[in-house]
Nanobody
Framework: QVQVVESGGGLAQPGGSLRLSCTASGSIFSIYSMGWYRQAPGKQRELVAHLTSGGSIKYADSVKGRFTISRDNSNNTAYLQMNNLKPEDTAVYYC?????????????WGQGTQVTVSS
């Protein structure tokens, strides 16, 4: 049994910052990748940032230079530092982790955390 839990969402003003956290727990042998996705009302879920165990990082063009993904391997946690937030960043943010367990490799989603950027 594995679980992925996000935290850190909330309300921020345009130009402000928030940091999201995503922690994977359970019977995990390894974490192959962790990524952040977001879904705004009426839109499809989109990739925001992705980090592999090998250190490869990918960002959506819309967040390059503003968002930073990082990972703390000691506690199976990934972070998304979001700076210079814009109203168009408003969405539910989801964490996805590709996890190695005793029964195979699975992609697990968190429940999502709301980020609202508004003055």
């Amino acid at each position: 049994q594995v679980q992925v839990v996000e935290s850190g969402g909330g309300l921020a003003q345009p130009g402000g910052s928030l940091r999201l956290s995503c922690t994977a727990s359970g019977s995990i042998f390894s974490i192959y990748s962790m990524g952040w996705y977001r879904q705004a009302p009426g839109k499809q879920r989109e990739l925001v940032a992705h980090l592999t165990s090998g250190g490869s990082i990918k960002y959506a063009d819309s967040v390059k230079g503003r968002f930073t993904i990082s990972r703390d391997n000691s506690n199976n946690t990934a972070y998304l530092q979001m700076n210079n937030l814009k109203p168009e960043d408003t969405a539910v943010y989801y964490c996805n982790a590709e996890l190695g367990t005793s029964t195979g490799i699975f992609a697990s989603w968190g429940q999502g955390t709301q980020v609202t950027v508004s003055s």
